[in-house]
């Protein structure tokens, strides 16, 4: 991750990008002016992004891993998707029962981070049976709307050896890019997400399968 950007150098950057000027007492007759308000509740000034130390680094020298316990995030959308469509506006939560992955299955899970803001969530289980993966998850977030599980990629990925891997998830840009719907914004482009999507998903599912490969 770069060094931290200031939010009040982003929003001047941001006005004389779109051609005006920023108003202040220097220069009282500009276009807009900029109110600091301070924190608001809920806001803090520093994101907490790892829960431990354990950072390793990766073939990419600007993304690295960090191997922490957690929930796979297929899994959990899934749930909360269902969750979301059962419950009726007067309903209160009060329980959330997330299944387990498959017996034999091992998970990875990538992220990436600009100007301390999550970019891209990637979550992966797999198993490899006899050279071949037996069955799969895949989620991917934070790039679009809302987290998305991707099962038709799952079901093409099933059977194959974990040398294809990379060609399958390359070929499948347009249904991706379909599913996640990824946006341009300041985190970076939608072709940039997409390509990183790609990339940290590959990367995932190799590492998976490696550790699933016999001694």
Do not use: W
């Amino acid at each position: 991750m770069n060094e931290p950007v200031k939010i009040d150098d982003l929003a001047k950057s941001m006005i004389r990008l779109m051609g005006l000027e920023v108003r202040d007492e220097k220069h009282p007759d500009g276009d807009i002016a900029i109110e600091y308000i301070g924190l608001r509740h809920g806001e803090k000034l520093h994101e907490e992004l790892l829960l431990g130390e354990n950072i390793t680094r990766t073939e990419h020298p600007r993304i690295h891993k960090s191997h922490e316990p957690c929930m796979p995030a297929g899994e959990l959308a899934k749930v909360m998707h269902a969750l979301h469509a059962a419950m009726d506006a007067d309903d209160l939560l009060i329980d959330i029962e997330i299944p387990r992955l498959p017996t034999g299955m091992k998970s990875a899970y990538r992220r990436l981070h600009r100007y301390q803001r999550p970019t891209l969530g990637v979550a992966v289980g797999a198993q490899v049976i006899d050279g071949r993966m037996s069955e799969n998850r895949l989620a991917v977030g934070c790039i679009g709307p809302k987290p998305e599980r991707l099962t038709e990629l799952e079901n093409k990925l099933n059977g194959v050896q974990p040398a294809d891997i990379g060609r399958l998830v390359s070929e499948e840009k347009t249904y991706l890019r379909d599913l996640l719907r990824p946006v341009d914004d300041l985190l970076g482009s939608a072709d940039y997400k997409l390509y990183m999507a790609c990339t940290m998903l590959t990367d995932a599912l190799e590492s998976v399968t490696r550790s699933n490969a016999p001694d």
